[in-house]
Nanobody
Framework: QVQLVESGGGLVQAGGSLSLSCAAS????????MGWFRQAPGKEREFVAA????????SYADSVKGRFTISRDNAKNTVSLQMLNLKPEDTAVYFC??????????????????WGQGTQVTVSS
């Protein structure tokens, strides 16, 4: 079992930045590819970014490429999502997820085994 807790959400103006963090407990994160997903009001949860076990591979949704950066620190059992140049359409609850998988990071949420409770990000125009 892996427990995931997100933090770092908040309210920011358009063009601003936020950094989300996901802290894991219960098992070492080195065994998991990690992903960030988000769900805006009235919409389906969608893929944002993912990173492989050893940080050698990353994947991003087209809507966040060049603005968001996912990273991980296996020694600290944490995963981060740095978000720059935020837009109102980035407003959503952001979820951290763990995928017990050796291959390249996956983008399909059904592949992920463990989820955090989410942290709210609100971008005002």
């Amino acid at each position: 079992q892996v427990q995931l807790v997100e933090s770092g959400g908040g309210l920011v103006q358009a063009g601003g930045s936020l950094s989300l963090s996901c802290a894991a407990s219960g098992r070492a994160l080195i065994f998991y590819a990690m992903g960030w997903f988000r769900q805006a009001p009235g919409k389906e949860r969608e893929f944002v970014a993912a990173i492989g076990r050893d940080s050698s591979a990353t994947s991003y949704a087209d809507s966040v490429k060049g603005r968001f950066t996912i990273s991980r620190d296996n020694a600290k059992n944490t995963v981060s999502l740095q978000m720059l140049n935020l837009k109102p359409e980035d407003t959503a609850v952001y979820f951290c997820a763990a995928d017990f998988y050796r291959g390249p990071p996956r983008t399909v949420q059904d592949e992920y085994d463990y989820w955090g409770q989410g942290t709210q990000v609100t971008v005002s125009s």
